[in-house]
């Protein structure tokens, strides 16, 4: 009865120290999720909590039960960056397994097999729908989200020869005097447009668009971005990525690089004023 009583007591003190450590705290948490190769970035504040894009597989689920108190089943928001497998797919099972407040998605269709099961899974939980472009904001307490690109409205279902990364969105985020930018698939093209509109600050860390592609990350954006840290959502692939042309370009801009197929999850802690790498 006693070794019952003490085996009780352990789990219960177990259960405490579990739920100490996951108890919201008042610093933001950016995760970039290692989901292989896509994007999955998961953003925390206390109870807010922010997904963008879900990678190519359902690994997401494990970073969000990696970091995601045990008994929190809510994201306040979920945002699909552009609707490609790589960054949709995981979104599948989030939806089926969380209570989400608000989805945010480009209207961009693409006629898949993963797009049509986001949509049945999207309506099947009568999740809410809708599109931001260039200009609009979000407010999760004092975690700001600004759209940069695309710049309007999309226009449904796209030609086969049409490139969804020209529509994927770009957001520059802001925690007090913290900011990062989240790239998904843009190209140089729109990172000049970026450029030339005035609209793009330096920024702290910055989400390497197009897990690294030597067709992005320009000389001239990373100028003027300047980031501290560059983080490549990457995983194994026949694509080459993250090229070498990528990395040199980085590399003269100084900013310390960080991938998810080297790292794992890159997890960065932030007061607003002063930030850290896990």
């Given at each position: 009865?006693?070794k019952?009583?003490?085996?009780?007591?352990l789990t219960?003190?177990?259960?405490?120290?579990?739920?100490?450590?996951?108890?919201?705290?008042?610093?933001?948490k950016?995760?970039?999720?290692?989901?292989?190769?896509?994007?999955?970035?998961?953003?925390?504040?206390?109870?807010q909590?922010?997904?963008?894009?879900?990678?190519?597989?359902?690994?997401?689920?494990?970073?969000?039960?990696?970091h995601?108190?045990?008994?929190?089943?809510?994201?306040?928001?979920?945002i699909?960056?552009?609707?490609?497998?790589?960054?949709?797919?995981?979104?599948?099972?989030?939806?089926?397994?969380?209570?989400?407040?608000?989805?945010?998605?480009?209207?961009?269709a693409?006629?898949?097999?993963?797009?049509?099961?986001?949509?049945?899974?999207?309506?099947?939980?009568?999740?809410?729908?809708?599109?931001l472009?260039?200009?609009?904001?979000?407010?999760?307490?004092p975690?700001?989200?600004?759209?940069?690109?695309?710049?309007?409205?999309?226009?449904?279902?796209l030609?086969?020869?049409?490139?969804?990364?020209?529509?994927?969105?770009?957001?520059?985020?802001?925690?007090?005097?913290?900011?990062?930018?989240?790239t998904?698939?843009i190209?140089?093209?729109?990172?000049?447009?970026?450029?030339?509109?005035?609209?793009?600050?330096?920024?702290?860390?910055?989400?390497v668009?197009h897990?690294?592609s030597k067709?992005?990350?320009?000389?001239?954006?990373?100028?003027?971005?300047s980031?501290?840290?560059?983080?490549?959502?990457?995983?194994?692939?026949?694509?080459?990525?993250?090229?070498?042309?990528?990395?040199?370009?980085l590399?003269?801009v100084?900013?310390?690089?960080?991938?998810?197929?080297?790292?794992?999850?890159?997890?960065i802690?932030s007061?607003?004023?002063?930030?850290?790498?896990?």
């Amino acid at each position: 009865m006693a070794k019952k009583l003490n085996l009780l007591l352990l789990t219960l003190i177990g259960l405490v120290l579990l739920a100490w450590q996951q108890w919201p705290k008042s610093q933001l948490k950016l995760v970039f999720c290692s989901v292989g190769q896509g994007d999955a970035t998961l953003i925390i504040w206390k109870d807010q909590q922010i997904l963008v894009d879900g990678g190519p597989n359902n690994r997401v689920l494990d970073c969000l039960g990696r970091h995601l108190p045990f008994w929190d089943r809510e994201l306040e928001l979920v945002i699909a960056s552009h609707a490609e497998a790589d960054h949709i797919t995981g979104l599948i099972e989030v939806v089926r397994r969380y209570e989400i407040d608000q989805f945010l998605a480009v209207n961009e269709a693409n006629d898949t097999a993963e797009y049509r099961a986001l949509l049945e899974a999207i309506n099947q939980r009568g999740v809410k729908v809708k599109e931001l472009v260039q200009g609009d904001a979000v407010l999760a307490g004092p975690v700001k989200l600004t759209w940069l690109w695309p710049e309007k409205p999309g226009r449904g279902v796209l030609g086969a020869k049409t490139s969804l990364n020209r529509f994927s969105q770009v957001i520059l985020a802001s925690f007090n005097n913290f900011d990062w930018l989240l790239t998904g698939d843009i190209d140089t093209k729109i990172e000049w447009q970026l450029v030339t509109s005035g609209t793009l600050p330096e920024v702290e860390v910055l989400k390497v668009a197009h897990h690294g592609s030597k067709y992005s990350s320009s000389q001239e954006f990373l100028d003027t971005v300047s980031p501290e840290l560059a983080v490549i959502e990457v995983g194994k692939n026949s694509f080459g990525h993250p090229t070498e042309e990528t990395l040199g370009r980085l590399e003269q801009v100084k900013a310390q690089i960080k991938r998810t197929d080297e790292a794992g999850d890159v997890v960065i802690i932030s007061d607003g004023d002063h930030w850290r790498v896990e």
